[in-house]
C-alpha cells in the first residue's frame, strides 16, 4: 500500500486550533443535535399541557376560557421542570448508550423529578399550577410525545447524510486511534469519517481500504468529496504538513483541527497519548480570569448553601447511624489530608465510613471493591454520598468547588505525579464534590485508573466554564440515584 499525500509539503510550525469556548460550542454538529433535541422536547411538552387542557375542559367552554390567559406560561414552567428532571437522569449526554427500556426507565424517573420539583413551585406559587386533572393528562401525553421523538430521533441522527464528513490526514498509530477509540455508533453519531491519507513513509495501522491517495488540490479532493473538516494526526509533523493546502482549505470553509482537539471534542477527554505541551500552550481554555473566579465562587456558595438547607436532616440521621454502630466514643467525622488548588495540602472533612483502625499501620491505601475496612452504615452512605455532604464546609471555607476533579491524598499525588505525564495539571483549579470524571468514568482504585480520569479532569480545566458546571451538578443526580461509581 503506497497510496499518501502527493501535493505540495511545506514545513511551516503547527498551531491550528479550533477555539472551544462558547461560542465555538453552538457550532459543533453534536451540540447542534442535541440543541434540536431539546427545542423540540420543550415545544413537544408545552403542547401536551395545551392538548391536556383542551381535553380537560371538553364541553366546558367556561373552564377553558379561565384557563387560557396563563396556558402558555404554564406550559413553559411544566416542560422546562421536566427537562430538567431528565437532563439530571443524563438524557441529554452526547453518548449516552442505553436499550429503548433503559432511555423509558430514565425518561420515567425523570418526569418524577420533574414533577417533584413542579409540586414544590406550585405549592410556592399557587397561580402557576395548572390543576391535578390538566397535569396528570399533560403528564401522560408529555411522555407518549416524549418517547415517540426520541424514537424517531435516535433514526434521523444515524442518516450519514446529515453527519459532518471528516477527512484525516495520517494513517498511522495517532490516526489509528479513531478507529480504534470511537468504535460505537454512539461515539460517531456526529461525523463520518470519509477516510485517512498516508503521510510521507508512516506505516499504515487503519484498515486499508479506508486509506486514500490524494493526487493534486488538497482543496481540490476535498472539495470533490464534500469535506466538512480535515482533522490533522500524521504520527510524524517533522516529514511536513501541507500548510499552504490546510490554509486554503480553510478559507474555502472547510474546518481544520488536530487529532488532539478532535478528541477533545468528540469525546470530552483530553487523549494523553496525542498532547504535547506546545498543544496545550496554544490551544484555547485554561480560563482564569478574575471574572471566572467570582462567578465560580458565587455559584459555589450559593450551591453550597442551598444543598446542605434541602439535607441537613440526611445529614443528622447519617451521625445518629454512626453512633448507633459504632458507640458514643467513635468519631463521626474524620479530616484527611487531600491536595487542592496549586498543590496545596487541606484537610478534608467526611462522615466516617471505614473502621477507626482501617489504616493502623500508617500506609495510604485505595478503597477497594468489597473493602472489608468499611463499615455496614459505611456501605449505605457511600453507595449514596452522603458521606460527602460534609465536605460542603470545606466548599464555604474556600477550600473546594462544586465542580472540579476529586481531591487526592498527598502520597497519591506524589507517586501519580511521577508516573503519569500532567497530572498535576489537574490541580490548576480547586478540587470539587463533583466533577466531569466522576460522570464520564468509574471510581479509580489504580494507577491506570487514575491516568484514565486525569483525560476527563484536564478537559474540565481546559473548558471549564458556568455552563459546564451546571451541567455536571445536574447530572450528578444520575450518579447519586443509580450509585455509579461508589465504592
Excluded at 411544566?78 to 453518548?95: D, E, N, R, V, W
Excluded at 494513517?171 to 477516510?195: K, N, T
Excluded at 478532535?262 to 498543544?279: D, M, T
Amino acid at each position: 500500500m503506497d497510496a499518501r499525500y502527493r501535493g505540495p509539503v511545506f514545513t511551516e510550525a503547527n498551531t491550528m486550533e479550533r477555539n472551544t469556548g462558547m461560542w465555538q460550542l453552538l457550532r459543533r454538529q453534536s451540540i447542534r443535535w442535541l440543541a434540536l433535541l431539546a427545542l423540540v422536547e420543550f415545544a413537544l411538552l408545552s403542547c401536551a399541557v395545551a392538548l391536556a387542557a383542551h381535553l380537560r375542559y371538553l364541553g366546558n367552554a367556561g373552564g377553558l376560557a379561565d384557563f387560557m390567559p396563563w396556558l402558555w406560561p404554564r406550559a413553559a414552567l411544566f416542560a422546562l421542570a421536566l427537562m430538567i428532571g431528565m437532563a439530571a437522569l443524563g438524557l441529554y449526554q452526547q453518548h449516552l448508550r442505553e436499550s429503548w427500556f433503559g432511555l423509558a426507565a430514565r425518561q420515567l424517573v425523570g418526569f418524577a423529578l420533574g414533577l417533584a420539583g413542579l409540586l414544590v413551585v406550585y405549592y410556592l406559587l399557587p397561580d402557576a399550577a395548572i390543576g391535578r386533572g390538566v397535569l396528570a393528562i399533560a403528564l401522560l401525553l408529555g411522555f407518549l410525545l416524549v418517547q415517540g421523538w426520541r424514537l424517531l430521533f435516535a433514526r434521523l441522527i444515524d442518516i450519514d447524510l446529515l453527519k459532518r464528513r471528516v477527512l484525516v490526514l495520517g494513517a498511522g498509530e495517532q490516526a489509528a486511534a479513531i478507529p480504534q477509540r470511537m468504535r460505537r455508533r454512539s461515539d460517531r453519531r456526529g461525523f463520518l469519517v470519509l477516510g485517512y491519507v498516508r503521510m510521507g513513509e508512516e506505516a499504515v495501522r487503519v484498515a486499508a481500504e479506508d486509506v486514500l491517495e490524494v493526487e493534486g488540490s488538497l482543496r481540490g479532493y476535498a472539495e470533490s468529496l464534500q469535506v466538512n473538516e480535515i482533522v490533522v494526526g500524521p504520527d510524524d509533523r517533522r516529514c511536513g504538513l501541507p500548510m499552504r493546502e490546510l490554509l486554503d482549505c480553510k478559507q474555502a470553509g472547510i474546518a481544520v483541527s488536530t487529532l488532539a482537539s478532535f478528541f477533545e471534542r468528540e469525546r470530552g477527554l483530553v487523549n494523553l497519548a496525542l498532547v504535547e505541551p506546545s498543544w496545550l500552550v496554544f490551544s484555547e481554555g485554561f480560563d482564569t480570569s478574575p471574572l471566572r473566579h467570582a462567578v465560580k465562587r458565587v455559584f459555589d456558595i450559593t450551591v453550597a448553601l442551598l444543598v446542605f438547607a434541602l439535607t441537613w436532616p440526611f445529614m443528622l440521621l447519617v451521625a445518629l447511624a454512626i453512633v448507633l454502630e459504632s458507640g458514643l466514643r467513635a468519631p463521626i467525622l474524620y479530616r484527611q489530608p487531600r491536595v487542592g488548588e496549586h498543590g496545596a495540602v487541606f484537610d478534608v472533612i467526611k462522615f466516617r465510613s471505614m473502621r477507626t483502625d482501617a489504616e493502623r499501620d500508617g500506609v495510604a491505601r485505595w478503597a477497594t471493591r468489597g473493602d472489608t475496612r468499611i463499615t455496614r452504615v459505611g456501605r449505605l452512605i457511600r453507595r449514596t454520598r452522603l458521606d460527602e455532604l460534609p465536605q460542603l464546609w470545606n466548599v464555604l471555607r474556600g477550600d473546594m468547588s462544586i465542580i472540579g476533579p476529586r481531591p487526592e491524598r498527598p502520597e497519591f499525588v506524589a507517586d501519580l505525579a511521577r508516573q503519569i505525564r500532567y497530572y498535576n495539571l489537574r490541580h490548576a483549579v480547586k478540587p470539587g464534590l463533583a466533577g466531569w470524571a466522576q460522570l464520564r468514568y468509574p471510581y479509580g482504585a489504580s494507577v491506570e485508573d487514575a491516568e484514565q480520569k486525569l483525560k476527563y479532569d484536564l478537559f474540565y480545566v481546559k473548558n471549564h466554564n458556568l455552563l459546564l458546571d451546571i451541567i455536571i451538578l445536574v447530572q450528578t443526580v444520575e450518579v447519586v440515584l443509580f450509585g455509579r461509581g461508589a465504592r
